[in-house]
C-alpha cells in the first residue's frame, strides 16, 4: 500500500520561500503523476499543481508564478517550493498520488505551514 | 477554470436518513471526471466516488455518485454514524483540478 509522508519546516517568514518534500513509501514514483494540494484552517481544498514522474509539471495559474515542483526518483520524493510567501498561504498542505486518469487516490497525512514573523 | 458550487452549504440530518448532496459545474465537466472525497477533522480527504458514479476500493454501497455535465449528485442511503463529516466534489477533466467549497452533514 502506497503511503505519503509531507516533511518540511512548519513556519516559515512572510517574503520567504516554503519548501516541501513528499517521500514515497510502499510503491514506485513511477510511472505516476504527483499533486500538492492546500488547505487554510476552516477552508475548502485547492489543487496547487501536479508533476509528472517525467518531471513534467502543470500548475495552478493563480499560483504559477511562485510555484516550483522537482521530482527526485533516486530518492523516490518529489518537492514543493512556494516563493514569497504571505500570511494567506498558512494551511495544511497535502501531497498526494493520482491514478491513470486523474484521480486523487492517496493522500499524505499533511503537514500544517504557517507564515508568520 | 471550471467554478463548482456544491450545496446545501450544512445537511443535518438524523442517522438512518438519506443525505443527498448536490455539485454544480460553471461548464460542463469533461468525461464527467468527477470526484467526491468526504473529510472528518483532522484528517485527510478520502475518495468515494471517481467518474461521476464509480465507487472507489472499499467504500460501502450506500455511498452512490449520479450525474453528467454540469450537474452531479452524491448520495448517502441511509447515514451510518461515521458519515457525519465534510464532503467535496473536484473535477480533474480540465486544469486547474478545482473542488467545490464543501458541504458538512451533521447530526441533527
Known amino acids: 500500500q502506497v503511503q505519503l509522508q509531507e516533511s518540511g519546516p512548519g513556519l516559515v517568514k512572510p517574503s520567504e520561500t516554503l519548501s516541501l518534500t513528499c517521500t514515497v513509501s510502499?510503491?514506485?514514483?513511477?510511472?505516476?503523476?504527483w499533486s500538492w494540494i492546500r488547505q487554510p484552517a476552516g477552508k475548502g481544498l485547492e489543487w496547487i499543481g501536479r508533476i509528472y514522474a517525467s518531471g513534467s509539471t502543470s500548475y495552478n495559474p493563480s499560483l504559477k508564478s511562485r510555484v516550483t515542483m522537482s521530482v527526485d526518483t533516486s530518492k523516490n520524493q518529489f518537492s514543493l517550493k512556494l516563493s514569497s510567501v504571505t500570511a494567506a498561504d498558512t494551511a495544511v498542505y497535502y501531497c498526494a498520488r493520482e491514478s491513470n486518469g486523474g484521480v486523487i487516490v492517496v493522500w499524505g497525512q499533511g503537514t500544517l505551514v504557517t507564515v508568520s514573523s | 477554470e471550471i467554478v463548482l458550487t456544491q450545496s446545501p452549504g450544512t445537511l443535518s440530518l438524523s442517522p438512518g436518513e438519506r443525505a443527498t448532496l448536490s455539485c454544480r459545474a460553471s461548464?460542463?465537466?469533461?468525461?464527467?471526471?468527477l470526484a467526491w472525497f468526504q473529510q472528518k477533522p483532522g484528517q485527510a480527504p478520502r475518495l468515494l466516488i471517481y467518474?461521476?458514479?464509480s465507487r472507489a476500493t472499499g467504500v460501502p454501497d450506500r455511498f452512490s455518485g449520479s450525474g453528467s455535465g454540469t450537474d452531479f449528485t452524491l448520495t448517502i442511503s441511509r447515514l451510518e454514524p461515521e458519515d457525519f463529516a465534510v464532503y467535496y466534489c473536484?473535477?480533474?477533466?480540465?486544469?486547474?483540478?478545482?473542488f467545490g467549497q464543501g458541504t458538512k452533514v451533521e447530526i441533527k
Open positions: 473536484q473535477q480533474y477533466g480540465s486544469s486547474p483540478w478545482t
Open positions: 461548464q460542463s465537466v469533461n468525461s464527467n471526471y
Open positions: 510502499g510503491g514506485s514514483i513511477s510511472p505516476h503523476y
Open positions: 467518474g461521476a458514479s
